[in-house]
């Protein structure tokens, strides 16, 4: 893959076209975790690709996915976001700015009604980056398993997240689900983040009535 027409964080961050200042406060996308992006959505770049993403913020992870992963005409990006943050307007105006928008959708919906909005089995990547409490990301992470393609994959951004979201934190949710659903997924990179791939046999797994 060549990275070299990418642009770095920090360039995306301080474009003057761009406005990101709750992210470049809270440092919630920073260059470690542009190279780990790199690194497993290569595989999807210059090939038409679906992502999804719980949690958009201001469009940072989003607006970067787009311009370097998401680069074929007919990848597209699907954004999940409550505004729980305010930071919607900054979204919609970042999206615009980036020229790209007409490959992003957003829903403004709460991510555990994700699956009344998109088809199961759908997607090539789904980014969960929305609550840290531990429930929501046990919901989120199994929608996101359930939304994702056989084959696809999942990313979950903090999971080593440590600092309490209704007296709990994401981890032992991540664990948890990655428990129930055993061998059906691969886990590819655990660090500060938790990726894994869907199993290409786990199509049936994926509908119906038995979801896990
Ligand atoms: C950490 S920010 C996402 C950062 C973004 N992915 C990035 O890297 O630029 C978390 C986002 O999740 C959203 N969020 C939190 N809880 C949510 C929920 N239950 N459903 C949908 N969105 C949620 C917030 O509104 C916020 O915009």
């Known amino acids: 893959m060549n990275v070299d027409r990418s642009p770095t964080s920090p360039e995306l961050i301080d474009d003057p076209r761009f ?4 992210t470049r406060r809270w440092k919630t996308w920073e260059p470690g975790r ?9 595989e999807f770049r210059d090939r038409p690709a679906r992502f999804l993403e ?3 913020f201001e469009g940072a992870s989003a607006i970067w996915m787009l311009r370097n992963v998401l680069t074929h005409p007919e990848s597209r990006l699907t954004c999940v976001d409550n505004d729980k ?12 700015a980036s020229g790209l928008s007409s490959k992003a959708k957003i829903h403004w919906i709460n991510s555990h009604d994700v699956r009344k909005h998109v088809p199961d089995n759908h997607f090539d990547f789904v980014y969960v980056d929305g ?3 531990a429930a929501n990301v046990l919901f989120d ?3 996101a398993y359930l939304i994702c393609r ?8 903090d999971y080593l997240f440590e600092l309490p979201e209704d007296g709990s934190v994401p981890k032992p949710a991540i664990d948890a689900f990655l428990q129930l659903v055993g061998d059906r997924v691969e886990v590819v990179h655990s660090g500060y983040q938790l990726w894994f791939r869907k199993r290409a046999d786990a199509a049936a797994s994926g509908s ?5």
Not at 85 to 96: D, F, P, V
Not at 150 to 157: I, S
Not at 208 to 212: D, Y
């Open 19 to 22: 406005s990101f200042p709750q």
């Open 54 to 56: 719980i949690g958009s």
């Open 141 to 143: 992470v199994v929608n």
């Open 131 to 133: 609550s840290h409490a």
């Open 208 to 212: 119906g009535s038995s979801p896990i």
């Open 85 to 96: 943050l305010g930071c919607g307007r900054q979204l919609e105006a970042n999206l615009a």
């Open 34 to 42: 542009e190279r780990l992006f790199l690194k497993l959505l290569g």
């Open 150 to 157: 056989p084959g696809g994959l999942v990313g979950c951004d």
